[in-house]
């Protein structure tokens, strides 16, 4: 039996939409809880409101869409969720970056990050994802907080920079 593209792609957007179904049904809360009257503050920090940052959306359709993707990436054997932005002008130097050295900024670079703006635009999970991919630098983009870093050298707030992270330096 021959499949083709499109085939493929539906059955794994179906496969994707009954996982998510399934999670979300035997995530499903046990017990309801209210809050009465003015008393506003959580019962217990499960209760309490979370913020979740997901870089693949934040409602269910969004996850399902995200589910349907993996699943056609996986299938059609490409990247899903590429990290990077293209980048918008010259290469800015990383190593300016505190804990940026030669081999993490040509690593970086292979990534696809090639400007402060593209570092600084991640959002945690991107960074935890992007960890991953670093090898033996793994961890030094949160340890270091590149992307924060990032954030003030793409808006030119040197003055910032330094006050937070100590005096501008670079290869």
Not at 33 to 49: F, K, N
Not at 60 to 72: H, L, M, Q, R, T
Not at 115 to 125: D, G, M, V, Y
Not at 147 to 156: D, M, N, P
């Amino acid at each position: 039996m021959n499949f083709d593209n499109t085939t493929l792609i539906v059955a794994g957007a179906i496969f994707a939409a009954v996982i998510l179904l399934l999670v979300l049904f035997l995530r499903r809360p046990k017990q309801r809880v209210s809050l009465s009257g003015a008393e506003s503050r959580p019962l217990s920090p499960t209760s309490s409101a979370r913020s979740i940052d997901l870089a693949e959306g934040r409602g269910v359709a969004d996850e399902g869409a995200a589910a349907a993707k993996d699943v056609a990436g996986q299938i059609l054997g490409v990247e899903a969720h590429p990290l990077v932005a293209p980048a918008d002008g010259p290469p800015d130097n990383l190593q300016t970056l505190k804990g940026v050295g030669p081999k993490l900024a040509a690593q970086l670079n292979a990534a696809g990050f090639t400007r402060f703006e593209q570092l600084a635009r991640l959002t945690p999970n991107e960074i935890a994802l992007l960890d991953e991919r670093m090898g033996a630098f793994k961890g030094r983009l949160a340890r270091d907080r590149v992307s924060e870093q990032a954030a003030y050298l793409a808006r030119g707030d040197t003055e910032g920079f330094e006050s937070a992270f100590g005096k501008l330096g670079g290869a």
